[in-house]
């Protein structure tokens, strides 16, 4: 029988999350052979002070389809607008639905605490849609069959890198980012109208300057890589096996677990 393709769904609040905080790992999985997807929950209705709704909505659509199509990625479209990212039963079926349909190995979510509700709710959404993968007496919308196979969740670094009470955070594993990173550059580049807004009011380029510098510090903290993103992998019961670390596994030396962390977890 032929060995099932790794898949990752790298999930978000809003476009760009994604190019921000986890495209450089999404990248490393893709070239070490996985299958991987975008989705990002809210559509961008309010990422502008220029456009009116409907037109920005399409922008902010037609960027995230280009910032996948480079990636290689499949692209799932957003569901509700910016700021009704809610945990309520209609939007989690919903998520369910995507979550079921892909069958992850690897979930890449937002970190569960971050500086907007909409990062936070997202998160929540996304872990609990995977929760309930198996469950049949939770439907999701549209229908989707359940499936029992081990995901692994993985929680990206805040946006800032601290929470929201300002607090830094610090991962436990580190991916390295480096060869990738113009890649990512170029994906985060696709989201104009985000760029344009962004570098009009702090400057140029201060929009993929300041992903470069999230991914810099990354770096530093590693100890070991120039560039790169952090994660959290969240516990294991609902998702897995305990020893179930498919990030490690895949990337081997591209992926350095923090000693001082694990051994903090007691």
Not at 40 to 45: E, K
Not at 148 to 155: D, L, M, R
Not at 228 to 250: F, I, K, T
């Amino acid at each position: 029988m032929r060995k099932k393709k790794t898949t990752v769904l790298a999930g978000a609040a809003h476009p760009d999350d994604i190019e921000f905080m986890m495209a450089g790992t999404l990248l490393r999985l893709r070239d070490f052979g996985a299958e991987i997807h975008c989705f990002v929950i809210g559509n961008g209705s309010c990422g502008t002070v220029e456009h009116p709704k409907e037109e920005i909505v399409r922008l902010r659509r037609k960027e995230a389809e280009r910032s996948a199509r480079l990636a290689g990625a499949v692209f799932h479209p957003p569901l509700v607008d910016d700021l009704e990212i809610f945990f309520e039963p209609g939007l989690l079926r919903r998520v369910a639905a995507v979550v079921r349909e892909v069958r992850p190995d690897l979930l890449l979510v937002p970190s569960p605490d971050d500086y907007m509700e909409d990062h936070q709710n997202a998160c929540r959404l996304l872990v609990t849609g995977a929760f309930a993968r198996g469950m049949p007496n939770f439907r999701t919308d549209p229908d989707r069959a359940t499936w029992n196979g081990p995901t692994a969740v993985y929680h990206a670094m805040p946006h800032g890198l601290r929470d929201a009470l300002r607090r830094k955070v610090r991962p436990g594993q580190y991916v390295d980012i480096g060869d990738v990173l113009a890649e990512k550059r170029a994906m985060l580049a696709e989201h104009r109208t985000q760029k344009e807004w962004l570098d009009r009011s702090q400057g140029i380029d201060a929009y993929l300057n300041l992903m470069e510098s999230f991914s810099l510090e990354m770096g530093r903290m590693s100890g070991r890589f120039e560039f790169a993103e952090g994660w959290r992998r969240r516990a294991h019961w609902g998702y897995g096996p305990g020893d179930y670390d498919p990030l490690s596994a895949l990337l081997g030396p591209l992926c350095l677990t923090d000693p001082e962390y694990e051994r903090e977890l007691g």
